[in-house]
């Protein structure tokens, strides 16, 4: 289990550019690169220097900003790009072999040894100039397993720092992830990397487990934004793992940063975070039926594992609705400081949910009610001597 | 393995109603039930008619309705709350009991009596009613597994019709959900029902997990809204067991209604469709990068595992971008029928990755610098009789 000794290879620069809006110019590349550096990420990935010209001088640039994060670029099985990337001046070289048409080609075997001697000319040569070298297969759970596991050992016995599974389409279900690391930990001594692909909606999922089953590093971009719908979202993935050990995320990463790096690239990509979002979604700590509402009051836990403050975020406790409860009605009161008994609170409780039937309620119109009540209850006592409830069941 | 023999039941208009923008009126709730029904979901789960006065005229209206899907409604385990669901005419009634905090008090063992004979009293009374009753715990992740499975063996025994587990607080990761419900599954004869919450992104993985391990049904709601960041999607689970089984999937739902459905919920509760979402997220069958929109263009199933068309959608190759490659240029100008050499494609490539580099380029722009490339060609070979590689070198 690698859930204490994990890294974030974070690659909004590098697969979030394949996103559908993405076109980044070099100065956003570089503000987004020293946002994700301040959050605190181990690496960033960024796009081949063999993509295009500007591609190219992006990569020398954010090489040499001397950031905390370590500098990876993604490249094909080939020499020349390999030479490429080595003279941009990054830290590491993630190398990735062919395509999945290619892959199932080499299921049949014949292309193994092929695969085999390409990569370990890029990965000796990658070495030999001082970098860090990882070797990832593409579509790894579309591949034959033997194929795959022949084609890691043989690389990890020439030193390759890092062998990467790949889940291109988005197929795979946690436990054919943690399966396939799991028998991967048993054959390579080297660090494992998890890139997954979103489609059926397990990236984060399978994220973790692959680290639970000895995965060492976990690709992501900001809002997962990458190819078709994506990959493992950075704030997801951070939302998992803080569920596991709040105390090591709150220690690793400078956490209020998360909101501000998903507006950046939200902003520059022209969408809208979503409004599900991990963490900073606008309804991911607000509470709303009765029952929910009343226990946060008590006990902020009993319905949040993830504490908003440390993420420099609210709750929000939403009571003006049919669904509200009378505990939620009272704290409010309490808030406004106006003294009503419970008795007094679940007659107005029921009047709020009648209202609520009708039209949509704000906050404004349950403050109305409760201090209208709390008036007439001060009138209707100096002035009568009837009890409050009276007051109510005229109204 | 429950994955040929699973019933959705579809709670947006229960636990969907706990999303912080949702209000619906009895007019919605009516035309998401039908929308839902033509879909195909097996159940629609209703807020509990204790909760407000519309919410039971709206469980009687739905009920009335003569839907395919049966009608649950979702209640606390009191007598007060069951007499009034089964008056309403629903189907069934989804019984729940305790809150976390309660949970926690009888994981001390002092509370199962009375959480048993209150079980036992509403089941037996609503079975007597002649309708389908659940009984489920709430927060079933961080409770005591002995306790757990004490209740559920004991209702099991009097003839509940199906437990639930709920990871009510978005905690569980998918292995854990996966051990539980294997271990239920053991002691219990009933079905199972998983309710689980996304604050940690495993909502989908986990409710897949569920099944796997032989859960038999699974709650989801539109989008995915509910308390917090929501629940299981609808549309994100069908992505998954879609993956696991087309056929089955193409034939049980309606799947073009998908793109219908979400567009009405996101309209009433005032939401986007987030950009990434499952399916029908504006760019969940967009390719890009070169290698990808290549292998796309000779069989689509290399990068895709979700038929567009299967969904009422349609896929899009983005080529105009510098991470594009020579053979999506070719096939785009195929498609005009321009008719250019593969030295001549990749020449206008580079032109294209060093134009991408300076500015966001459009479709139109690889459009004209094709035709342009191409009307270049057919006049020099008029005229001067040049090959088109000198036309475009002198470029």
Redesign the interface.
Known sequence: MSLENFAIIESTLREG?????A?FTSDQKVEIARLLDAFGVEYLEL?SPA?????RKDCERIARLGLKAKILTHVRCHMDDARMAVDTGVDGIDVVFG???YLREFSHGKDIPYIIDSAIQVIEFVKSQGLEVRFSSE?SFRSDLVDLLTIYRAVDKIGVNRVGIAD????A???QV?DLVRTLRGVVHCDIEFHGH?????????A??AL?AGATHVDTSV???G????IT?LG??I??L??YNPELIRRRYNLPLLREVENLVANLVN??V?????IT?????????G??A??IL??PS?????DPADFGLTR?I?VA???TGWNAIKQRAEQLQLNLTDDEIKKITAQI??L???K?LSLDDVDVLLRNYHSANVDAEAETGLTPSDVVAAD
Do not use: M
């Open positions: 550019e394949q996103f559908a809006n076109f796009t993509a295009s010209p500007q591609s395509t999945s048409s579509d291109t389409v988005g197929i279900t946690p436990r943690y979103n489609d059926t909606g397990c990236a984060i999922a399978n973790y487990c639970e809002l997962g934004i190819e078709r719908n994506g979202p997801g993935l939302a998992r803080y569920a969408v809208d979503p409004f599900n979002n991990y979604g606008f309804t991911a700590f607000t509470h709303k039926a029952i929910h009343k226990a008590n006990n009993t319905y949040e594992i993830l929000y939403h609705h049919r669904l949910k009648a609520a039937d009708q949509q």
